[in-house]
């Protein structure tokens, strides 16, 4: 079996609370679904079970193409490009620090991939909003306040230490 259905078939288990809970609510065995991560190759009714269980796309969980999801974004829907399509590796890292130092200063805890959606979907705001490079920095703070501002305001999570983005 392909490592990458290995991943996503973990990936798929820790949405539901690891293998255990995946088995009880998929209806696949544990021995079936470890035999998976160990390279027996499943059975498309298996990994349809596995994919309702997960409420994951089957073609994601077969393939790794498209939405994990469904109505989640791609990265390529997130990802900030300039004009010319390149990334803009400055701005990116600008914000992600920025973010960062918000949840920090919050008591906070955001999620790698949460952190990097925020950022993605933060310095697209920005390109669309200046044009200019420099701009785009400038603008910054005031969409971290507003994130700051978001986080004091979300109900029912302070107990947790965590919150959304």
């Known amino acids: 079996m392909n490592s990458k259905l290995e991943l996503r078939l973990r990936e798929a288990a820790k949405l539901v609370g690891g293998i255990r809970s995946l088995s009880e609510k998929s ?16 059975k498309v009714n298996a990994l349809v079970a596995v994919a309702a269980a997960a409420e994951i796309s089957v073609h994601w969980l077969a393939t ?18 300039d004009a010319q399509g390149a ?20 008591g906070a805890r955001i999620s790698p991939r949460d952190l990097g959606i925020a950022a993605a979907r933060m310095a697209s705001d920005l390109i669309e909003a200046y044009e200019r490079p420099e701009d785009r920095v400038g603008g ?6 507003q994130l700051k501002r978001d986080l004091r305001s979300t109900p029912g999570e302070a107990d947790s230490g965590k919150r959304s983005a």
């Open 64 to 81: 790794g193409e498209g939405q994990m999801r469904p109505g989640q974004a791609v990265l390529s829907d997130v990802v900030p490009t």
């Open 27 to 42: 209806g696949v065995s544990e021995r079936t679904i470890s035999h998976w991560l160990r390279g027996t190759e499943p």
């Open 140 to 145: 910054l703070p005031v969409l971290l306040q």
């Open 87 to 106: 990334i803009d590796e400055v701005l990116m890292g600008r914000v992600v620090e920025g973010i960062s130092g918000v949840y920090k200063d919050m």
